[in-house]
C-alpha cells in the first residue's frame, strides 16, 4: 500500500530543501543499536532514514541517517531485507517494488517505464 501524502508530507516538511521526494516506505530495524521504526524516503539528493514515533510510525521525528542518492538500496535480501550501511532494514514485501524502483532510477533508468501521465 502506497504511503499516504499525509506522510509525504510531514518526511518533506522534516527534510526541509532536499529536493522532490520520489519514494517513501516504512521499514524496521532490530539490532545492537535497538529496536526502531523508520520511513526511507529517496529524493533526488539523498537517501534518509526517519526515525518515528513509537506507536505512531506515520510520524517522522527525526533524521537518524543519511545516505548518497547513489546508494544502493538493494539486493534485497531474503525476508525482505536490506542493508543500509551498517544497519539492516525488513520492510514488508509490498514494498519490494519501491526499492527495486528506486535503484533502477539511478543505476538501470532504461528499464524503467515510461510516465503515463507525464503532464502532471
Known amino acids: 500500500m502506497p504511503v ?11 527534510l526541509g530543501d532536499q529536493g522532490e521526494i520520489h519514494y517513501v516506505f516504512p521499514a ?13 524516503v529517496v529524493t533526488g539528493t539523498a537517501i534518509s532514514v526517519l526515525a518515528t514515533r513509537t506507536l505512531r510510525t506515520d510520524r517522522p521525528v527525526s533524521v537518524f541517517a543519511e545516505f548518497p542518492r547513489h546508494t544502493r538500496l538493494g539486493p ?11 544497519i539492516v532494514f525488513e520492510f514488508d514485501e509490498e514494498y519490494a517494488a519501491v526499492v527495486s524502483a528506486a535503484d533502477a ?16
Not at 499516504?4 to 522534516?14: K, Q
Not at 524496521?28 to 526511507?40: K, M, Q
Not at 532510477?105 to 502532471?120: C, V
Open 4 to 14: 499516504g501524502s499525509a506522510v509525504r508530507e510531514r518526511c518533506r516538511t522534516l
Open 28 to 40: 524496521f530495524s532490530e539490532g545492537s543499536a535497538g529496536t526502531g521504526n523508520f520511513l526511507i
Open 76 to 86: 534485497i535480501l531474503p525476508g525482505n531485507v536490506l542493508e543500509l550501511g551498517s
Open 105 to 120: 532510477e539511478i543505476f538501470a533508468p532504461e528499464i524503467l517505464p515510461a510516465d503515463p501521465l507525464p503532464e502532471l
